[in-house]
């Protein structure tokens, strides 16, 4: 495992956009400061600009260092069974917080912690990804055979990091810039399950 994380580090660094199994969805992760690897991702994807791209981390040191307000009950749900895992969470940024140059524009990131050995380890040598679910724009689901997925992609990543198949369901993104926080899709985990936690 240790050749295809260096491998990653290395592509990711030279500015490619790779294809990468997570817990859940495959998905294309970029260096969020590289505008040309983060390019590749909306073009692969024939995504529209205007739609940012989550964000993958290692761990709640790096939601800080992003300047991000981790509050009460995002520290609640990250402190369980939950993170690692399917959970995003839409978080804004603390009051007089310096933004990273690529976050300039946006008031909240959609961010999470997966619960994926090598892709942890890639981030914790690269810091923050930018990665999003690897199908087209449009397409309901991310297929969860790497096959499929490089023939509904307009173009080749320059790196695929395969590891079976991935799951067909993403994760649940709650947003906890609400109070109480909003679950704004349900995926892996389930609503009743995110309330349970807060509740305790």
């Known amino acids: 495992m ?3 994380i260096n491998q ?8 490619g956009a790779v294809l990468i199994a997570t817990d859940t969805v ?6 969020p400061d590289d505008e040309a690897a983060v390019a590749k991702i909306y073009a692969l ?5 205007h739609m940012f791209l989550p964000v993958m981390v290692a761990g709640i040191d790096d939601l800080e260092a992003l300047g991000l307000d981790v509050n009460a009950n995002a520290r609640k749900l990250l402190a369980s069974h939950l993170a690692p895992g399917a959970l995003t969470f839409v978080l804004g940024f603390r009051d007089g917080a310096t933004k990273p140059h690529w976050a ?3 008031e909240e990131i959609a961010v999470r912690i997966p619960d994926n050995a090598l892709l942890l380890s890639v981030l914790r040598a690269t810091g923050p990804l930018l990665v999003t679910s690897a199908n087209r724009h449009g397409r309901q689901a991310t297929p969860a ?4 997925i490089v023939k509904e ?4 990543p320059d790196l695929i990091v395969e590891d079976g198949e991935g799951r067909e369901i993403p994760s649940t993104i ?13 995926g892996t985990v389930s609503d009743e399950t995110i309330r349970n936690i807060l509740a305790q």
């Open 145 to 148: 055979r790497v096959e499929v």
């Open 45 to 49: 994807k024939a995504r529209p600009k």
């Open 8 to 15: 990653t580090i290395r592509v990711l660094h030279s500015g």
């Open 2 to 4: 240790i050749d295809r």
């Open 174 to 186: 709650v947003n906890c810039r609400c109070n109480p926080p909003v679950t704004e899709r349900i």
């Open 26 to 31: 495959y998905g294309l992760a970029a260096l």
């Open 104 to 106: 300039k524009t946006r």
């Open 153 to 156: 992609l307009c173009g080749a």
